[in-house]
């Protein structure tokens, strides 16, 4: 069966300091990545999207970055935090086959920029 | 733009029905997904509606009509353990699987 990792689970962070988030899936190849971000009485907002090692896509212009140097992993940087950073972080994969289209979310990563 | 809406809050008892609805404008259509979330946590996936009609699942049933733009989920016997914010998002479409979600409604159940 197909598992989902994100850590750290919880984090605070000063603005201006660096981030590293991470995803990892286990038991498929090849999967379709997403970051997704929840800020305080918003809806979910999708941040980035992988086909690919290599390959990111990014959806709304930002602070943060992806990267996918593995083909299970999934990485969110930035360089220097803002305090809109603040929200709740979810991972999600989908089998690489159209024949699938629903997505699975990670335990996400609840970050405060403080 | 991508618009889709749903009621912020809704409150029902417990063994009710209840109803969800979500309104939609988007560029591309790929299906219509509805998620439960608890508080604090990842969303768990519930349905999955591309064509138009009703998808039963047990307790949880889900309804689309594309050419009004319009979904519904409709939660049956209604369990203490339902209370939850229930998302609904629109996949654009092609097979990038780029959802958009709706702010979600946050559905109490009372004793």
């Known amino acids: 069966s197909q598992t989902i990792h994100q850590w750290p689970a919880t984090l605070v962070q000063p603005v201006g300091s660096p981030l590293s988030l991470e995803c990892t899936v286990e038991g498929t190849s090849n999967p379709n990545l997403y970051w997704y971000r929840q800020a305080a009485g918003r809806g979910l907002q999708l941040l980035f999207y992988s086909v690919g090692i290599g390959q990111i896509s990014s959806e709304v212009p930002q602070n943060l970055s992806a990267s996918r140097p593995q083909d299970r992993q999934f990485i969110l940087s930035s360089k220097k935090l803002l305090l809109s950073d603040s929200g709740f972080y979810l991972c999600?994969?989908?089998?690489?086959?159209?024949?699938?289209?629903?997505?699975?979310f990670g335990p996400g990563t609840r970050l405060t920029v403080t | 733009g991508q618009n889709i809406d749903q009621p912020t809050e809704m409150t029902a008892t417990e063994g009710a029905i209840v109803q969800i609805n979500c309104t939609y404008q988007?560029?591309?259509?790929?299906?219509l997904f509805w998620y439960q979330q608890h508080a604090g946590e990842a969303p768990t996936f519930l349905s999955y509606?591309?064509?138009?009609g009703l998808e039963e699942k047990g307790r949880f049933s889900s309804f689309l009509s594309r050419s009004k733009g319009y979904s519904y989920l409709l939660l049956k016997e209604l369990q203490m353990k339902d209370s939850a914010s229930y998302l609904c998002a629109v996949d654009r479409g092609s097979t990038l699987g780029r959802l958009y979600f709706g702010r979600g409604t946050q559905l109490t159940v009372w004793p």
């Open positions: 509606n591309v064509l138009d």
């Open positions: 988007t560029s591309g259509f790929n299906g």
């Open positions: 999600a994969w989908r089998p690489p086959r159209t024949s699938s289209f629903e997505q699975y």
